[in-house]
């Protein structure tokens, strides 16, 4: 099994065995990735007419903050 979710959810949630790496031989995380036919202009003025921030994304799933971040403009 391949889980390309960074956090073996989907294994873990399958009941795939499991480990987890000690913390000092873990990797670093990042949420970049890359797209290819996007009309970058539109997306952009689409992010300006509606400038989302960082309490949107808990429409989607659940984000737990202690309130600080959630104004935040987080495309």
Do not use: H
């Amino acid at each position: 099994m391949i889980d390309a979710t960074g956090d073996a959810d989907i294994a873990y949630r399958a009941g795939a065995p499991c480990r987890k790496t000690p913390v000092p031989e873990m990797m670093g995380v990042t949420v970049m990735f890359s797209c290819s036919g996007v009309d970058k202009q539109r997306f952009l003025e689409y992010v300006r007419a509606n400038p989302p921030s960082y309490k949107d994304w808990g429409k989607n799933w659940q984000v737990e903050t202690i309130g600080k971040e959630d104004d935040l403009f987080s495309p």
